[in-house]
């Protein structure tokens, strides 16, 4: 399904790809919206406290790894 995402409070940060890169994350602050298509594969770190909205079409299954 294709992931939307908004942030309500604090800071969302993604990055495309298979591997994890924090060089490449772009930070999304509060307010920010980003739709991630479909097979996208991405990657994501919160920074601090954030409160984030998840929305789409199901199922959806998130792969969740260990912080760094």
Do not use: W
């Not at 602050?29 to 097979?39: E, F, I």
């Not at 406290?49 to 969740?64: A, D, N």
């Amino acid at each position: 399904m294709d992931e939307n995402v908004t942030v309500i409070r604090g800071v969302f940060q993604v990055g495309l790809g298979e591997k994890f890169d924090e060089h490449a994350l772009r930070d999304l602050p509060a307010g920010s919206y980003a739709m991630l298509p479909r097979g996208l594969l991405h990657y994501n770190r919160i920074k601090g406290e954030t409160v984030l909205q998840f929305h789409g079409i199901g199922p959806l299954r998130y792969k969740l790894s260990e912080p760094c």
